[in-house]
């Protein structure tokens, strides 16, 4: 028997209540298990009502009216709570600030598998694991409040994974955060998505690291699924993106305006891959 993805939409609509336009417009999205996707679209293209309908907080939460087919690991998301899906798809807001609620991030982080029903004891275990995974163990009795920017992502995403989700989803999670904190996120992803198997959607406008790290990119616009592949198949599509109002990341763009001065074999998704490819064609 073939295992349902982890993530299906269907011809997926949603309009808020206090709105009569449609945010999603017929998206369909299928994402398998143990996949590393990245999601980018201008403000206002409905990327984040799209992480919100994965786990749930819509209709859930929001209200407003969803139409289509929203399933998750095979299941209806309406006939499922959000307490439900938290087990399976993890959200880590932009805001930090507004996932913390809790004295000290150790309680912050006891939420998720004490709502589980783990004993305070196994909770605790689980907590202490996660937080030494995400070097935030000496921060476990520190109140979130008093932490700097790149602490509490690393204590929001900790608390998110004391849950155990199979999928992560980050909705713009490095827009408040300095550049080595970004470069560690992704690094913390890679590791999650490697060695745990934790299926990842990335939203970000950081091109560069997104073509390079993720291995399927999504660009959403206007509520609508514009492309959906490989970060080199994607990329190639630069009228898609200039439609879109998405920069291409800068190597791809280099490339893209030298094709017909140099001959590439394959539209370079980093530095390392054009230096390497200006090389041979100076041979």
């Known amino acids: 028997m073939v295992a349902a993805p982890l993530i299906a939409l269907g011809a997926v609509r949603f309009r808020y209540p206090t709105s009569h336009d449609w945010v999603l417009r017929g998206v369909d999205l299928t994402i398998q298990r143990g996949e590393y996707v990245g999601l980018v679209g201008t403000t206002g293209a409905g990327k984040s009502t799209l992480c919100l309908t994965l786990n749930g907080l819509i209709p859930h939460y929001t209200g407003g009216v ?11 998301t309406r006939q499922l709570s959000v307490a439900d899906l938290s087990a399976l798809v993890g959200l880590v807001f ?4 507004a996932q913390l609620t809790m004295s000290t991030v150790e309680e912050e982080c006891l939420l998720a598998p004490r709502s589980q029903g783990l004993s305070r004891g196994e909770a605790r275990a689980r ?23 790149g602490q509490k992502q690393r204590v929001a995403i900790a608390a998110v ?3 155990h989700p199979a999928m992560l989803v980050l909705d713009e999670a490095t827009s408040e955060l300095d550049a080595l904190s970004v470069q560690r996120l992704f690094a913390l992803c890679d590791r999650l998505n490697a060695e ?5 959607l990335i939203v970000s406008h950081e091109m560069e690291l997104l073509a390079r790290h993720t291995r ?7 509520g609508r699924l514009l492309l959906d592949g490989s970060p080199r198949e994607v990329l190639r599509e630069r009228d898609a993106f200039r439609r879109a109002g998405v920069r291409l990341p800068q190597v791809a763009e280099f490339a893209e305006r030298t094709t017909g001065m140099l001959a590439w074999p394959a539209l370079p998704l980093d530095e ?5 490819a200006l090389r041979a064609a100076r041979r």
């Open 272 to 276: 390392a891959e054009a230096e390497a």
């Open 127 to 149: 907590v202490e694991a996660v937080l030494t995974e995400l070097d935030a163990l000496p921060l476990r009795e520190r109140a979130p409040q008093t932490l700097s920017g």
């Open 196 to 200: 745990a198997g934790t299926t990842i």
């Open 216 to 222: 399927r990119l999504l660009l959403l616009s206007e």
């Open 94 to 97: 932009q805001d930090a600030d």
């Open 161 to 163: 994974l004391t849950a």
């Open 66 to 76: 969803l139409e289509g087919e929203a399933r998750v690991d095979g299941q209806d």
